[in-house]
């Protein structure tokens, strides 16, 4: 498997969300790296990634990806960071590993109830067929990002940097499609109940998340009333993008406290 392993510190694993490159996360990468060990990688089926794909494992497959990247980077337990997508795999991995999983953080991620909204399931009909217009509905995303910049020519510019990416390390429809019927097969909300580890929950505003809505992220605290949230302000769903720095903070600074003795850390709070 092609792994990323950048910077030294506590150790985080980085999972990426359902268009499965690493690199589109690059911002909060370089930024994590500063100040922790970052490990990364694109999701198993991304010919990219080099990963171990089981079709007949399916959505257990990334799953198992955190496992053979802990095993690669020759880690017995990390934090866990997963986004959107991949927030569901950080959460099965620590419900099935939880002594691998020293402290797990969900970005925006979807519910283990999630099910496709109409536009989606419009777009499963025929993935490539309808990619065009998926890119140009992608545009809506512009207003979120235009809240995280200092001006319209700021905004304009980080937009720019992010098309480049993205054209650079161009997703997959069909890939993205596959993951999302995949989840017809996973029901984890059960076992993903029984998580133990410290979570933190990171959300954008409620106005400007147009991927995954913020209250169904939140449905987490239900399952886990011993978990934090906090909202990464003046973003949405690419908060980790276009607050990379901000981001990066609120999530060394709970890997650190999260690394403290337990009554060191109700001292804290």
């Known amino acids: 498997m092609r792994l990323v392993d950048v910077g030294r510190g506590i150790p985080i694993v980085l999972v990426p969300g359902i268009q499965g490159r690493w690199e589109w996360m690059k911002p909060a990468v370089d930024a994590m790296a500063r100040h922790c060990r970052v490990i990364t990688f694109s999701l198993a089926d991304e010919p ?11 959505f257990d497959s990334y799953v198992d990806q955190i496992g053979d990247a802990l095993d690669a980077a020759g880690l017995t337990s990390a934090v866990i960071c997963g986004v959107s997508y991949g927030g569901l795999v950080a959460s099965a991995f620590a419900a099935r590993h939880p002594a691998r999983v020293s402290a797990l953080v969900l970005v925006s991620a979807i519910p283990p109830d999630w099910q496709p909204d109409s536009r989606v399931r419009f777009y499963l009909r025929a993935p490539w067929l ?3 217009l998926f890119f140009i509905a992608s545009l ?25 990416n993205v054209v650079t390390h161009m997703l997959s429809p069909g890939r993205m499609a596959r993951r999302v019927r995949l989840l017809d097969r996973v029901r984890p909300q059960r076992e993903i ?25 939140r449905r987490y605290l239900e399952l886990w009333p011993h978990a ?12 980790l993008i276009t607050r990379p720095d901000v981001f990066a903070g609120l999530v060394v600074g709970f890997a650190e406290r999260a690394a403290l003795p337990d009554r060191m850390r109700r001292q804290i709070g």
């Open 193 to 217: 109940a029984n998580v133990r580890a410290p979570v933190l929950i990171i959300t954008g505003d409620a106005e400007l998340d147009r991927v995954v809505p913020v209250a169904a992220t």
């Open 140 to 164: 809506r995303l512009y207003r979120e990002i235009a809240a995280a910049s200092a001006g319209v020519l700021s905004g304009i510019s980080m937009a720019s940097r992010h098309a480049v």
């Open 228 to 239: 934090k949230a906090v909202t990464l302000s003046r973003t949405g769903h690419l908060g």
């Open 48 to 58: 990219t990634a080099q990963g171990r794909f089981e079709p007949a494992r399916g």
């Open 130 to 132: 309808f990619s065009p």
